[in-house]
């Protein structure tokens, strides 16, 4: 079998894969040039579902885990000078951040 990529780069990696599952990938390039990453953490070894946050300034050599977020099904996004992930958890849910140096931190109250 042929692989899909001879080169690539692991943004994370599940330490139990049977029952901690990775999906919905998100990729968003901001103007700087900084690249954004999303995806969800899910399955039977979750107690709910979370959606993480990554940034990569190198072209996605190397990825930084900037935070997590309580909603799942993201999809960052660019509009104006803002980015957005939006997602759901039982009804719509939105971050946004208006500082693209900060862009790709989360906080949580």
């Not at 979750?46 to 309580?70: C, E, L, M, N, Y």
């Amino acid at each position: 079998m042929k692989p899909l990529a001879d080169e690539f780069v692991k943004m994370y990696e599940s330490n139990d894969p049977s029952s901690i599952f990775c999906y919905s990938p998100g990729l968003v390039r901001l103007t700087s040039g900084r690249l954004v990453a999303t995806m969800d953490i899910g399955g039977p070894g979750v107690k709910q579902p979370i959606g993480k946050i990554f940034t990569s300034d190198d072209k996605g050599k190397t990825w930084i885990h900037r935070g997590d977020f309580p909603f799942g099904h993201a999809r960052p996004f660019v509009a104006g000078k803002s980015l957005y992930v939006l997602g759901h958890h039982g009804d719509l849910a939105i971050i946004r951040s208006d500082d693209e140096e900060k862009a790709g931190r989360t906080r949580h109250p």
